[in-house]
């Protein structure tokens, strides 16, 4: 059992910057895949970033490439997404996940954490 917590969500201009943190508690954090999805209400939840247990391999959503960074520290049971370049449509709930494999789909992912809002302004 794994409980996740995300935080760092705000409000930003678009350009700007934010790091969002999933900590988690529970056991055997680093034997499982993390992964961050987004969902924007009235659309289906969307793939953002995965990486493998020990960090050394990541994916991204097009969208994400070139501008989000996924990450993770073992020690601080904690995964990272690194945000910059922010655009308006990047706005939506940001959630982490957790599971036994790097995917992109949110049905490979068994724990999920309540959803941190990342507001984008103009």
């Known amino acids: 059992q794994v409980q996740l917590v995300e935080s760092g969500g705000g409000l930003v201009q678009a350009g700007g910057s934010l790091r969002l943190s999933c900590a988690a508690s529970g056991r055997s954090f680093s034997s499982y895949t993390m992964a961050w999805f987004r969902q924007v209400p009235g659309k289906e939840r969307e793939f953002v970033a995965t990486?493998?247990?020990?960090?050394?391999?990541?994916y991204y959503a097009d969208s994400a490439k070139g501008r989000f960074t996924i990450s993770r520290d073992n020690a601080l049971n904690t995964a990272y997404l690194q945000l910059v370049s922010l655009k308006l449509e990047d706005t939506a709930v940001y959630y982490c996940?957790?599971?036994?494999?790097?995917?992109?789909?949110?049905?490979?992912?068994?724990?999920w954490g309540q959803g941190t809002q990342v507001t984008v302004s103009s």
């Open positions: 996940a957790a599971g036994p494999t790097t995917s992109a789909l949110d049905s490979s992912f068994r724990y």
């Open positions: 990486i493998n247990w020990s960090g050394s391999i990541a």
